[in-house]
């Protein structure tokens, strides 16, 4: 007879693979033709993919999926009905084994290509430069079921509210924090929940005095909601007027009032567009043009004190530091964190700690001393690729009792 503690010993058998189990029940189902039925089930089930990641109402799978010889051979086999059975089924399943909202999307997620796609006419001058994707479009993901939205614009221009409501707007909460975006024309990385769940480690915004934090590539509001969860008001700058819907959309679910600056309000004196005391401003443009607009407030008690500035750009944000550094220099507080993001080595990660840390000390000399800086800490958030992490160099400013101090 079993003891107690062998039945507690005993592990339960895990659950079936809901993906598994959903082309398990097609392939029965009679979905594939005739002269494929000796098709291996065993072939398709270990060719497909074992993970997915739910964004509701839609399901994410990882890239590759569903793209073997096997697979292509099985999808091609059949109809376009028989191939959104399977999709339909593995939604069926993966709601089933979340237990949270029905999924009505699925697609097949892929790298954010460092450049665009472009084709030329016959008539044109031939180039093979492709555009950087500076907006960090999502043009591989591959949808597999349910409706996206549109892949253009209407009219061709820039997204407008038209655009905004036929587009699919998936969703996650982080740390108790909601984000949404729109698959089709926005990135989301998950791997961030580390570095937000740090920078809500930082503590409570001061009593007295407004404190501010900048978010310099502010997405989809990645960073500048842990700061605006702090109680900070924040300031945020971005070029992609689908991350800043989505920005503008979570900020409302989380209770946070939001303005966002188009074209129309940039000729505004920034003392005027932050009057209205929202808890984030974002400036639909270049932040190139944030250490400008911060100068207008002026230097000393009409500034801002801005206690964190955040440069969350890979693979490299050091086009960012100079302003960085010198919004820093104009805050009317003592001290302002900045946090530097790049990609680097891990042999190299110590020497390019070093490196930063001396870049912002000859800043400080060449401003005369007022401030000084110091590399606290590097987060080391998740791998890029073999050898290679995901840094924030965490820089400490403070503003000095005499020049002498800066060494």
């Not at 699919?168 to 929940?193: E, H, I």
Request: with cysteine; glycine share 10%; net charge neutral.
């Amino acid at each position: 007879m079993e003891s107690p503690k062998e039945k507690l010993r005993r592990k339960k058998p895990p659950p079936p693979n809901p993906i598994e189990v959903a082309i398990t029940a097609w392939f029965h189902s009679g979905a594939l033709a005739q002269h494929h039925q000796q098709q291996s089930l065993d072939e398709l089930v270990s060719h497909a993919p074992k993970r997915w990641t739910v964004y509701e109402p839609m399901a994410l799978l990882p890239a590759g999926s569903f793209a073997t010889a096997a697979w292509r051979e099985a999808l091609l086999s059949t109809s376009s009905e028989q191939t959104d059975e399977l999709w339909t089924r593995i939604l069926a399943e993966i709601s089933q084994r979340t237990g949270g909202a029905k999924l009505t999307h699925l697609a097949v997620n892929e790298g954010i290509p460092a450049a665009l796609d472009h084709s030329t006419s016959s008539e044109a001058p031939h180039d093979d430069r492709a555009p950087e994707n500076i907006l960090r479009s999502p043009t591989g993901l591959h949808t597999l079921y349910g409706d996206f939205g549109p892949a253009t614009c209407a009219g061709g221009g820039p997204p407008g509210p038209q655009d905004f409501a036929r587009a699919l707007w998936a969703s996650t909460r982080q740390n108790g924090v909601f984000q949404t975006w729109a698959p089709r024309w926005t990135m989301f990385s998950r791997g961030n929940v580390k570095e937000k769940a740090r920078l809500l480690g930082f503590g409570d915004a001061p009593n007295g005095d407004e404190a501010w934090a900048v978010d310099l590539y502010a997405g989809i509001g990645y960073f500048a909601f842990p700061y605006a969860r702090l109680g900070l008001r924040v300031l945020c700058w971005e070029l992609n007027p689908w991350s800043v819907e989505g920005l503008r959309r979570g900020a409302a679910r989380n209770g946070w009032a939001v303005r966002v600056v188009g074209a129309a309000e940039r000729a505004l004196p920034l003392r005027e567009l932050l009057a209205g005391g929202e808890r984030i401003v974002v400036f639909l443009e270049d932040n190139v043009y944030a250490a400008r607009r911060i100068g207008e407030l002026g230097d000393g008690g009409s500034g801002l004190n801005i206690l964190h500035i955040n440069c969350g750009l890979l693979p490299t944000s050091d086009a960012s530091w100079r302003d960085a550094w010198d919004m820093a220099a104009r805050s009317t507080g003592d001290n302002t964190w900045l946090h530097l993001h790049e990609n680097v080595g891990l042999v190299d990660i110590d020497g390019r700690a070093k490196e930063v840390q001396q870049y912002f000390l000859d800043l400080a000399r060449e401003s005369g001393g007022q401030k000084k800086a110091h590399v606290e800490h590097t987060e080391l958030v998740k791998t890029f690729a073999p050898g290679v992490w995901h840094c924030v160099f965490d820089l400490h400013t403070t503003r000095s009792k005499s020049s002498n101090n800066v060494t």
